[in-house]
């Protein structure tokens, strides 16, 4: 069984920047990727970033490339988005997950708040 625990949300003011944690345990030796999601209020939940755990490749949506950055610590199982330039549009539950095979996401953590004012 693998757990995530994600971490660093709060409330920050537009163009403000918030760093996210997501560490891992248990089985995490056939882990693929790693990636973030989030939930707005009254909205579908929606793919934010993604890191291939090996290599490091990483993909983004249109929405937040430029100004959000997915990394990892393989030592401490642990990854990272660091969002700069935040929008209050960017306000939602941010939820980190992974992939054990491609294109099939299989553990989810618990969600961290993310609040932008205007």
């Known amino acids: 069984q693998l757990q995530l625990v994600e971490s660093g949300g709060g409330l920050v003011q537009a163009g403000g920047s918030l760093r996210l944690s997501c560490a891992a345990s248990?089985?995490?030796?056939?882990?693929?990727?790693m990636g973030w999601f989030r939930q707005a209020p009254g909205k579908e939940r929606e793919f934010v970033a993604l890191?291939?755990?090996?290599?490091?490749?990483?993909y983004y949506a249109n929405s937040v490339k430029g100004r959000f950055t997915i990394s990892r610590d393989s030592a401490k199982n642990t990854v990272y988005l660091q969002m700069n330039s935040l929008k209050p549009e960017d306000t939602a539950v941010y939820y980190c997950?992974?992939?054990?095979?491609?294109?099939?996401?299989?553990?989810w953590g618990q969600g961290t708040q993310v609040t932008v004012s205007s």
């Open positions: 997950a992974t992939q054990n095979t491609p294109n099939q996401w299989d553990s």
């Open positions: 248990g089985r995490t030796f056939n882990r693929y990727a």
């Open positions: 890191l291939i755990w090996t290599g490091g490749t990483t």
